[in-house]
């Protein structure tokens, strides 16, 4: 029998989630902070009428056939033994259907595939090797994904493993004389990303006039990883989670730990029982801290973002921490927004400061 004190609480979140659906909805794309050209591409689709998965998929091709998104796609920095391995979801709200690729090779827009596997399949996730023929069978074509850059970036992380002489650490003479024709910066770059094996990734959103929403995440995931990891992007609930009666969610970070939570899921209930973007993501950033009984060493070990936009077109981005690592020292950690004309940065809500 429900107390008096949860019949209340019941009812609070039911009302909010009215007032979720009384706002009327407006054209609004989020994403990571790498995606101010991806979210003004998807919003341009969106303008046209064009549905809102083929507005987000059209927006993070932008950076999975860009050479220089390590993050993603073509140019994504690869697994240990030099190979990019991609994952990638797709989740459309208006017909719930979703579709997924996992640790695939050689194709540029693994987004597009995964939308295959949703469209023409019964199935909604596929891997590997068998991802790749699938691909193929739908005429997509086998290329490199390893630029010069990231296997640069490869090659300097395998000197400071085990098994190689070589160090990690500050530029080195003997780095300069194995790679004489790579410019300082560019040497540095391959250093930092070897010493702090990056993730990165392009999560996402869209809503239309019409209330409609969908989402996608495409990654080339951790860098040197193990062959055949799969992080949380493909994972349908995890790196992505669309609900057309509430919202959608995505995430960047380390999918590892973003797994455990199920966190795009996770935000979308939230909101579904009445959170706000904002509050859904830092209460399911808060149950990551929970896992490491909020040990702060553990914790500054890694960063993770959320995404999230209500049906009703309010948005939030959020990061575990305050000061995000990147080449340039501790940034802060920013999203991207458009709803209309260009795309702009916002500053992500985040749970922790960095000292
Ligand atoms: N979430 C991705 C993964 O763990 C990587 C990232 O977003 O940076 O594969």
């Not at 795009?264 to 029982?273: F, L, S």
Request: aromatic letters at 6%; glycine letters at 10%; proline letters at 4%.
């Amino acid at each position: 029998m429900l107390s008096r004190r949860s019949l209340l609480s019941a009812s609070t979140a039911l009302g909010a989630a009215s007032q979720v659906a009384a706002q009327s909805p407006k054209n609004i794309v989020i994403s990571s902070a790498n995606g101010l050209t991806c979210c003004e591409v998807a919003m341009a689709h969106l303008e046209r009428g064009k549905d809102t998965l083929d507005a987000v998929i059209a927006g993070v091709n932008v950076n999975e056939l860009d050479p220089e998104d390590n993050s993603v796609g073509y140019g994504g920095l690869p697994n240990e033994e030099g190979v990019v391995e991609l994952d990638a979801s797709v989740m459309h709200g208006p017909t719930r259907r979703a579709g997924s690729v996992g640790s695939i090779r050689n194709i540029k827009t693994p987004s597009k595939v995964a939308r295959l596997v949703m469209e023409e399949t019964k199935h909604i996730m596929l891997v590997g090797d068998n991802a790749l023929r699938f691909a193929k069978s739908y005429g997509f074509k086998e290329e490199d994904l390893l630029t010069e850059k990231s296997r640069l970036a490869w090659l300097v992380w395998k000197r400071g493993s085990s098994n190689w002489n070589g160090s990690m650490g500050k530029p080195s003479a003997r780095l300069k004389t194995l790679f004489p024709e790579v410019d300082d910066q560019l040497l540095a770059w391959a250093e930092f990303k070897a010493m702090y094996p990056p993730t990165g990734t392009i999560n996402c959103l869209a809503l239309n006039g019409k209330g409609e929403m969908s989402g996608t995440t495409t990654t080339s995931g951790l860098a040197w990883k193990i062959p055949g990891r799969v992080g949380d992007s493909p994972i349908i609930g995890a790196g992505l989670f669309v609900d057309q009666d509430t919202g959608a969610a995505g995430s960047t970070g380390l999918g590892e730990e973003n797994i455990r939570v199920c966190g795009a899921h996770t935000i979308v209930e939230n909101m579904r029982h009445g959170m706000s973007p904002k509050d859904a993501c830092l209460d399911t950033l808060k149950r990551i801290a929970r896992n490491y009984n909020n040990n702060m060493t553990e914790l500054a070990k890694f960063d993770i973002n959320f995404y999230a936009l209500r049906k009703d077109g309010v948005y939030a981005g959020a990061a575990l921490w305050s000061g995000r690592r990147s080449s340039q020292g501790f940034t802060s950690p920013k999203f991207a927004v458009n709803d209309g004309g260009k795309s702009r940065l916002e500053e992500c809500v985040f749970l922790f400061e960095r000292k």
